[in-house]
């Protein structure tokens, strides 16, 4: 069967246009903010279901806590403790990282932002 001309121009303008179409539909992961290679200074760890606070040294997250610390997202179990054991391995060894992080919308304190992933060299 062969298809018209017509018909196969038409195809790459009908697939642009969808692809534009689902990314506006499906949400992709995006990091809002990304901060400037920096050093972890503290990390506050509660018991039970609590989150882990991480303070980085001053500057590194602006926007966020004393521009300088977040909560760790746990939006994926797995991949939060991951990130955890980047943060821990990074602070014991002296290694600067750098954080992306998203700006909640929380107007002070230390629920202003969440740290989505981290870098380590």
């Known amino acids: 069967m062969r298809l018209s001309t017509e018909s196969t121009n038409s195809l790459p303008a009908a697939f642009a246009v969808a ?32 989150r882990p606070f991480i303070y980085l040294a001053s500057g590194a997250m602006p926007g966020c806590h004393n521009d300088r610390g977040g909560y760790l997202g746990n939006e994926d179990p797995e991949h939060a403790k991951a990130t955890y054991s980047t943060l821990l391995a990074a602070l014991l060894a002296d290694r600067e990282v750098q954080i992306f992080y ?20």
């Not at 179409?21 to 039970?48: C, D, F, K, N």
């Not at 998203?102 to 060299?121: E, F, H, K, L, Q």
């Open 102 to 121: 998203t700006i909640t919308g929380v107007p002070s304190g230390w629920s202003m932002c969440t740290i989505t992933a981290v870098y380590i060299r």
């Open 19 to 50: 692809l534009i179409y689902l990314s506006m539909v499906i949400p992709l992961p995006a990091h809002a903010e990304t901060g400037p290679w920096t050093t972890i200074t503290q990390i506050y760890s509660r018991t039970g279901t609590g």
